[in-house]
């Protein structure tokens, strides 16, 4: 189970930080990361961290986003700087479990951006 946490609202160039931990059966995940979707659109990438450390950005957000986690505790978070009116979205917390190819999805998590 994925808990998403750190959405709201927040005027155009504030930042938020998101939080995911996971919880229950205790698979070895390997990547996290978050999407966004709006709607009538589909799921985007946001950013993704390995369990080593590597990441992955949208070209959109490089330089304002920062993903990070810890392993200790099974959380990924995403700090969002300078955040723009279209990324209005909800937010969904992701991780992997490679050995059982486990894709696991949190509820989401609504992130506003407005004045």
Same mark, same amino acid.
């Given at each position: 189970?994925?808990?998403?946490?750190?959405?709201?609202? =927040?005027?155009?160039?504030?930042?938020? /930080?998101?939080?995911?931990?996971?919880?229950?059966?205790?698979?070895? *995940?390997?990547?996290?990361? #978050?999407?966004?979707?709006?709607?009538?659109?589909? /799921?985007?990438?946001?950013?993704? *961290?390995? /369990?080593?450390?590597?990441?992955?950005?949208?070209?959109? =957000?490089?330089?304002?986003?920062? *993903?990070?986690?810890?392993?200790?505790?099974?959380? %990924?978070?995403?700090?969002?700087?300078?955040?723009?009116?279209?990324?209005?979205? *909800?937010?969904?917390?992701?991780?992997? %479990?490679?050995?059982?190819?486990?894709?696991? #999805?949190?509820?989401?998590?609504? %992130?506003? =951006?407005?004045?």
């Amino acid at each position: 189970q994925l808990q998403a946490s750190g959405g709201g609202l =927040v005027q155009p160039g504030g930042s938020l /930080r998101l939080s995911c931990a996971a919880s229950g059966r205790r698979f070895s *995940i390997d990547a996290m990361g #978050w999407y966004r979707q709006t709607p009538g659109n589909e /799921r985007e990438l946001v950013a993704t *961290i390995t /369990r080593g450390g590597s990441t992955n950005y949208a070209d959109s =957000v490089k330089g304002r986003f920062t *993903i990070s986690r810890d392993n200790a505790k099974n959380t %990924v978070y995403l700090q969002m700087n300078s955040l723009k009116p279209e990324e209005t979205a *909800i937010y969904y917390c992701h991780a992997h %479990v490679p050995d059982y190819d486990i894709h696991y #999805w949190g509820k989401g998590t609504q %992130v506003t =951006v407005s004045s």
